[in-house]
C-alpha cells in the first residue's frame, strides 16, 4: 500500500537550500520514492494553512518512506534541510 511524504517548507536562505534540493533526489530514488509534486503553484481552499514550497512524495509502503526517512543519507542532509529552511513532514498512508 502506497505512503506519501507531504512537506510544507518554507525556505529561508536559497543557497543552502539549493544544496539540499541538488542532494536529496538520489536518495529518495534509491528508497523507491518518487515526486508527485514539488514546489508548483498553491491555493489554499480552506482552513488556515500557508502554503509555502509544497512536496509530495510517493513510496511503495509505509517501511519505504521511514527507511528512507531514517536512512542515514537523509539524516545528513536534515540538517541542511533545517538550516536553510523550517517546515514540516507529514507521512500519510495510502489506500
Given at each position: 500500500?502506497?505512503?506519501?511524504?507531504?512537506?510544507?517548507?518554507?525556505?529561508?536562505?536559497?543557497?543552502?537550500?539549493?544544496?539540499?534540493?541538488?542532494?536529496?533526489?538520489?536518495?529518495?530514488?534509491?528508497?523507491?520514492?518518487?515526486?508527485?509534486?514539488?514546489?508548483?503553484?498553491?491555493?489554499?481552499?480552506?482552513?488556515?494553512?500557508?502554503?509555502?514550497?509544497?512536496?509530495?512524495?510517493?513510496?511503495?509502503?509505509?517501511?519505504?518512506?521511514?527507511?528512507?526517512?531514517?536512512?542515514?543519507e537523509y539524516q545528513r542532509l536534515i540538517g541542511v534541510r533545517q538550516r536553510a529552511?523550517?517546515?514540516?513532514?507529514?507521512?500519510?498512508?495510502?489506500?
Open positions: 500500500m502506497a505512503a506519501y511524504l507531504l512537506a510544507n517548507i518554507e525556505v529561508a536562505d536559497p543557497e543552502t537550500y539549493e544544496e539540499y534540493r541538488r542532494l536529496v533526489p538520489a536518495v529518495i530514488a534509491a528508497h523507491g520514492g518518487r515526486y508527485l509534486a514539488r514546489g508548483g503553484a498553491t491555493e489554499l481552499l480552506e482552513g488556515t494553512l500557508k502554503p509555502n514550497r509544497m512536496v509530495l512524495l510517493e513510496f511503495p509502503d509505509m517501511a519505504k518512506l521511514k527507511g528512507f526517512y531514517e536512512s542515514p529552511s523550517n517546515g514540516s513532514l507529514i507521512a500519510i498512508q495510502g489506500l
